[in-house]
Nanobody
């Protein structure tokens, strides 16, 4: 059974930084695409970033390019999202997803429970 557990969310001032973590169990972690999505109140869930199983390729939403960095540690079954220069519009619940073995940054089979990120102005 696949389980994804996010952590690292919180309250931060605009311009600050946070690092989200997501630990995955239940499947061979290193062969699956991992990604981050977010959902703000009243809005649909939107793509943030994705990374291939090897970590060799990444994809980002235009709104976070240059500020957010996705990475993974396959020895720890963990994917990270480093968020710098945070803005109030980054406020959302952030979800970790586990996708396919082929590269498709927008397709996910499993989701975590989410972690709240709130950026104050």
């Amino acid at each position: 059974q696949v389980q994804l557990v996010e952590s690292g969310g919180g309250l931060v001032q605009a311009g600050g930084s946070l690092r989200l973590s997501c630990v995955a169990t239940g499947r061979t972690f290193r062969i699956y695409t991992m990604g981050w999505f977010r959902q703000a109140p009243g809005k649909e869930r939107e793509f943030v970033a994705a990374i291939t199983g090897s970590g060799g390729s990444t994809s980002y939403a235009d709104s976070v390019k240059g500020r957010f960095t996705i990475s993974r540690d396959n020895a720890k079954n963990t994917v990270y999202l480093r968020m710098n220069s945070l803005k109030p519009e980054d406020t959302a619940v952030y979800y970790c997803g586990q996708g396919a073995t082929v590269w498709d940054p927008y397709r996910y089979d499993y989701w975590g429970q989410g972690t709240q990120v709130t950026v104050s102005s």
